[in-house]
């Protein structure tokens, strides 16, 4: 059915100049609606959790923070693939694209033990954040579901990336969506209980993602060994591994995981700041930090798109199209970003009575301390409508640079842009004590920064360098 409703708006055999705004739409718009529709996934959980109270609420957000930023090093060495198989696509080496893939599968599975032994290490930050009793108890239960299923989220993570990298996301989002549709019903069940099924709570919510997870990428398996791939690409017989192409996936992978890591990590400190302000502030940028995932994540679609286009053209040597596809991602990113701005700024309240708590469910406390937050929500969401637009020069010119191969500079200026995002929110909320809905100015005029730099980096050229040598 959404195939159907995509087909309408473009058909990809009628688009011939390549990196235009429909050569880019046609790869964007299929990952644009998948990571929608896993952000979906996770605002449900939290809108679900919010009904039983703010400490379910804030639980989710934290522990969802900390389990990312523990398992980002390893989807962000993973995801170069799609650089890897794009590269190859344009050089016209079909025959190498599904062993790359296969060399990531074996890279994410050697991976999970790895990740197991860093669950201690997330009950350390939970236990330096001074959560109230409930929260941390909560944050524990979601967080160990999380990571004990870690093996569905690295695979999870690995098998999008054939597909992007090929160009062919269609596949990837209609995945997403049937993963998206078990998600939603398994939470409704397993958080408020039904008939013989207990009520879980915040414990029913981690297995409703891990469910929902696992059916998406049984989908893309299956099509990624099915017939007509393995007569293109040959899936089937792709199983050897490669020394070579894993070497070269560590060397080029392990930047943009660090990468990751540093960001995801860098985002986790400006939670666990805002959550130590008291209940009040931490509601409110739960709130805040949820809507924010709404508009960031899809636009995370585009930097798919701009990694696996830019890998493509430079594989093929063609600059011109690399260069096109980019800015035509930003053209695209920002239509998008105009949309939820003008939401942030004329309806923050509605956005923040989405999450009031049930007041069949949850205490007098906790609907007093969202009343408290309210007003501070609202403030925060109407500053975050500056927030986006910089965000899509960040994730259209890193994916860009990406695609390229200029995996270490990105590392590193995204890490250092990030902490000093989180040096900001220290410096304001508890050197100079401002409110937290103060200091959220301050993160965002930092953050504000962040874009000429990878703006100077494109335009300066030296990513050329890193075309693939055929």
């Known amino acids: 059915m959404v195939g159907a409703i995509l087909n309408k708006f473009y058909r ?72 890897m198989v794009a590269q190859r696509l344009g050089a016209k080496r079909h025959g190498e694209c599904a062993k790359v893939f296969m060399q990531a599968l074996y890279v994410s599975l050697v991976c999970v033990p790895i990740l197991y032994l860093t669950i201690p290490l997330g009950h350390l930050i939970f236990g330096m954040e001074s959560l109230a009793t409930d929260q941390l108890e909560y944050q524990k239960t979601y967080f160990d579901i999380l ?43 397993l958080i408020y209980g039904l008939g013989p099924i207990p009520a879980l709570g915040v414990a029913g919510a981690a297995y409703g993602t891990l469910i929902g997870n696992a059916v998406s990428t049984i989908i893309l398996f299956a099509k990624f060994f099915g017939k007509f791939y393995n007569s293109r690409f040959g899936t089937r017989s792709s199983f050897a591994f490669s020394w070579p192409l894993t070497r070269e996936l560590l060397q080029r992978g392990i930047p943009s995981g660090v990468e990751m890591f540093l960001n995801m990590s860098a985002f986790q400190l400006l939670i666990l700041m805002f959550h130590a302000l008291g209940p009040e502030p931490a509601t409110a940028s739960s709130v805040m930090f949820n809507w924010d995932m709404v508009a960031y994540v899809p636009l995370m679609g585009l930097e798919v798109a701009s990694t696996s286009l830019v890998g493509r053209y ?82 259209i010119y890193a994916g860009a640079l990406r695609g390229a191969g200029d995996t270490l500079w990105v590392m590193f200026a995204s890490a250092i842009m990030n902490w000093c995002v989180a040096g900001a929110l220290y410096l304001s909320a508890y050197v100079l004590q401002l409110p937290a809905h103060y200091a959220w100015i301050a993160v965002v005029a930092v953050y504000s920064t962040a874009p000429i730099i990878f703006w100077r980096r494109w335009v300066g050229g030296k990513w050329r360098r890193h075309v693939l040598d055929n």
């Open 147 to 189: 990571m004990f299923g870690g093996i569905i989220n690295l695979v999870r993570n690995v098998a999008p990336c054939f597909f992007s990298g090929i160009g062919e996301t269609k596949i990837v989002m209609k995945a997403a969506f049937v993963g998206m549709i078990v998600n939603v019903a398994c939470n409704f069940v």
């Open 314 to 395: 430079v594989g093929a040597k063609n600059v011109a199209a690399a260069t096109r596809s980019t800015y035509s991602g930003l053209r695209l990113g920002w239509g998008y970003s105009l949309i939820t701005g003008v939401l942030f700024v004329f309806l923050p309240g509605v956005l923040t009575d989405i999450f009031r708590p049930d007041i069949a469910e949850a205490s007098a406390e906790a609907m007093a301390i969202f009343d408290a937050a309210r007003p501070m929500s609202i403030f925060m969401l109407r500053f975050a409508s500056l927030y986006i637009f910089v965000e899509v020069l960040l994730v």
């Open 12 to 83: 990809p055999s009628k688009f011939k100049k390549n990196g235009d705004v429909k050569d880019v739409l046609v790869v964007a718009l299929p990952m644009l609606l998948s990571m929608s529709f896993d952000t979906f996934m996770t605002f449900i959980d939290r809108l679900f959790l919010s009904k039983l109270g703010p400490a379910e609420m804030n639980a989710a957000l934290g522990a969802g923070a900390v389990q990312l930023a523990l398992t980002m090093f390893f989807t962000g060495a993973i995801s170069y693939t799609t650089a």
